[in-house]
């Protein structure tokens, strides 16, 4: 079945740093492609989407590529902010606008001063 | 606009008893769907339900888990004789009637934090 696995956190970094949250992902032909955010206490928001290879989706200084040939799609921001502070949920839908969303296990990234 | 309403947003319940979370999604959308989120863990898929119609449950436990969604009112997930394993974040979600379109967007609700003692 459909799997997304992204890196392991916390990731914390100070303020203005660069941030890289990998994502890899298995399943059949070209899936749709999310991350999506969640702040404490409430629910998740999406971020950015990607829905066929090399696309980039982008939003909020964040962006990420669809990568088929690596089965990829990381999660970059060139100079994060302590707002930014956040869990991130890689996730996907199957191919064909399927419904289901299968996501990874989430990253949580902290910013500090 | 009001986005996804999930009403508790906390519940406490003892083994052996009921829980029920409730779920308004946003107005216009025909699609609900419920994920559990597991302490330490990532959303997983539950049910997909329309109006009166349960189109996807391959997500739910076989047994004292129920999901509805009528022509009327909230969204309900259901547990009878709640377990401690059953403590978890439920989000629920919801989207707009779907076409054929790909990467069609979930809303997500601010979740239900269900405590089993």
């Known amino acids: 079945g459909d799997s997304v696995t992204q890196m392991e956190g916390p990731v914390t970094l100070s303020e203005e740093a660069f941030l890289t949250i990998n994502c890899t992902y298995t399943a059949t032909g070209y899936p749709s492609l999310f991350w999506y955010v969640q702040y404490p206490g409430e629910g998740l928001q999406l971020l950015l989407k990607?829905?066929?290879?090399?696309d980039k989706g982008s939003n909020k200084g964040f962006e990420a590529t669809y990568r088929k040939e690596t089965t990829s799609f990381h999660l970059e921001k060139g100079s994060v902010q302590v707002s930014d502070s956040a869990v991130y949920f890689c996730?996907?839908?199957?191919?064909?606008?399927?419904?289901?969303?299968?996501f990874g296990t989430g990253t949580q990234l902290k910013v500090e001063l | 606009n009001a986005g996804v309403m999930q009403n508790p947003r906390h519940l406490v319940r003892r083994r052996g008893q009921e829980a029920r979370l409730r779920c308004s999604p946003v107005?216009?959308?025909?699609?609900v769907y419920w994920y559990r989120q597991l302490p330490e863990e990532g959303l997983k898929f539950m049910v997909y339900?329309?109006?009166?119609?349960?189109?996807?449950e391959s997500g739910m436990p076989k047994e004292r888990f129920s999901a509805e969604f009528p022509k009327e009112g909230p969204s309900i997930l259901r547990i009878q004789q709640v377990v401690r394993g059953d403590s978890a974040a439920y989000f629920c979600?919801?989207?707009?009637?779907?076409?054929?379109?790909?990467?069609?967007?979930?809303?997500f609700g601010p979740g239900t934090r269900l405590t089993v003692l």
């Open positions: 339900l329309q109006k009166e119609n349960i189109i996807d």
């Open positions: 979600a919801s989207s707009p009637p779907m076409r054929g379109v790909v990467g069609n967007e979930q809303f």
């Open positions: 996730a996907l839908t199957p191919t064909g606008g399927g419904n289901k969303l299968t």
């Open positions: 107005k216009g959308h025909s699609h």
């Open positions: 990607a829905t066929k290879a090399d």
